[in-house]
């Protein structure tokens, strides 16, 4: 027996946000359109003295509504966007597992070890006698296959499984 560190359980929830509400927006299609008109203006009046003088006259620009500008309301949809968050289902610990601890292995359980799990296509690297990157990811597969614990490390149901002398 040795004492092993069962590292923390986390799952990634995915889950929706809304990145902007939902809005309404006032859009002016089409501006007002003006139009020049020209009116004649009394300047100054006509004024009744023993002689008549006639009324001045000047023509003057004035702009003057022809057609209202025209209003839509466009309904802009929510912007959502999906958002994946890790979340821990279960803390890490420790606990005393039945697994072969470093000074109980050997080169020879590995090299068996490494030779099994080539074998089954698991790819654990050459059959070199060494625990390295290679075996430890083709265990961490063959146990997650096989719905074994041990994350990696070589357990006594693992070398069972696998026939291995020890």
């Known amino acids: 027996m040795c004492l092993v560190e069962v590292p923390a359980v986390y799952e990634t929830v995915k889950k929706r946000v809304q990145l902007k509400p939902e809005s309404t927006k006032r859009v002016v299609v089409k501006k007002a ?12 009046p006509a ?3 023993t002689r008549t003088i006639p009324a001045l006259y ?4 004035v702009k003057k509504l022809v057609k209202d500008s025209d209003t839509t309301v ?7 966007e999906s958002v994946n968050k890790t979340s821990k289902v279960d803390d890490g610990f ?5 697994i ?34 290679k ?13 074994m614990a041990g ?10 499984a696998l026939k291995l002398n020890y």
């Open 58 to 61: 000047a023509t003057v620009e």
């Open 100 to 133: 072969l601890c470093e000074t109980n292995v050997t080169g020879d359980i590995v090299r068996q070890l490494q030779q099994t799990l080539n074998e089954q296509g698991f790819k654990a690297g050459p059959v070199d006698g060494v625990y390295g990157w």
């Open 94 to 98: 420790l606990t005393w597992a039945p």
């Open 135 to 147: 075996t430890t990811n083709a265990v961490r597969a063959y146990q997650r296959d096989n719905k």
């Open 151 to 160: 994350d990696g490390q070589l357990t006594i149901a693992l070398v069972d």
């Open 47 to 49: 004024k009744t003295v």
């Open 74 to 80: 466009a309904s802009i949809p929510a912007v959502y």
């Open 33 to 44: 359109l003006y139009k020049t008109v020209k009116t004649r203006v009394v300047e100054q």
